[in-house]
């Protein structure tokens, strides 16, 4: 059975940095990109990179170039959607999603939280 | 890389049939045959509904069906239940590798 398991929940302030995860089970790792998706409070789906993990190849939104980054690493079958400065702006769920051309399998999301 | 605009919300009553619109343009939904659906649930992940434009995975109802025309994608649920209340997204691909949501819809059981 295909899982992608999120790391939880996190609180931070404006300014910090933040890694999150998405680890996948069930199948390999490098058969399926990875998406990230985000969901602000009370909002619609924002689709905002993905990447390839058999070569971290990636592709971002527009609207998130420069903004995130997206990595992963295969050898412990995770991805990680990283800010290296965090903005309120920036509250939101984030969902990764196993990516082959549409998103079949979803992690359960991860809350993250930035308030001063 | 506009949303692709949906309807804010869409109601019908248990049976009826309902449609949601999904409308990108030539560079994406036009252009590529790779428009997937998604229903969302309050508080739980997104499922996977339709993909490429008209496939319903196993285990999805067949009373969820999915066409496009020109640079409009539908998603047509029949035989409404309450089960279905839900917001439903629309994805298309964008080309250079990346896509774009739907504005989504509220979809109203009455």
């Known amino acids: 059975e295909v899982q992608l398991v999120q790391s939880g929940a996190e609180v931070k302030k404006p300014g910090e940095s933040l890694r999150i995860s998405c680890k996948g089970s069930?199948?390999?790792?490098?058969?399926?990109?990875i998406s990230w998706v985000r969901q602000m409070p009370g909002k619609g789906l924002e689709w905002m990179g993905r990447i390839d993990p058999s070569d971290s190849y990636t592709n971002y939104s527009p609207s998130f170039q420069g903004h995130v980054t997206i990595s992963a690493d295969k050898s412990i079958s995770t991805a990680f959607l990283q800010w290296s400065t965090l903005k309120a702006s920036d509250t939101a769920m984030y969902y990764c999603?196993?990516?082959?051309?549409?998103?079949?399998?979803w992690g359960q999301g991860t809350l993250v939280t930035v308030s001063s | 890389q506009s949303a692709l605009t949906q309807p804010a919300s869409v109601s019908g009553s248990p049976g009826q049939s309902i449609t949601i619109s999904c409308t990108g343009t030539?560079?994406?939904?036009?252009?590529?045959?790779?428009v997937s659906w998604y229903q969302q649930h309050p508080g739980k992940a997104p499922k996977l509904m339709i993909y490429?434009?008209?496939k319903r995975p196993s285990g999805v109802s067949n009373r969820f069906s999915g066409s496009k025309s020109g640079n409009t994608a539908s998603l047509t649920i029949s035989g409404l239940q309450a089960e279905d209340e839900a917001d439903y997204y629309c994805c298309s691909y964008a080309g250079s590798s990346t896509f774009v949501f739907g504005t989504g819809t509220k979809v109203t059981v009455l």
């Open positions: 069930g199948y390999s790792f490098t058969s399926y990109w």
């Open positions: 999603a196993a990516d082959s051309g549409y998103y079949h399998y």
């Open positions: 030539s560079s994406d939904v036009g252009s590529y045959n790779l």
């Open positions: 490429e434009g008209s």
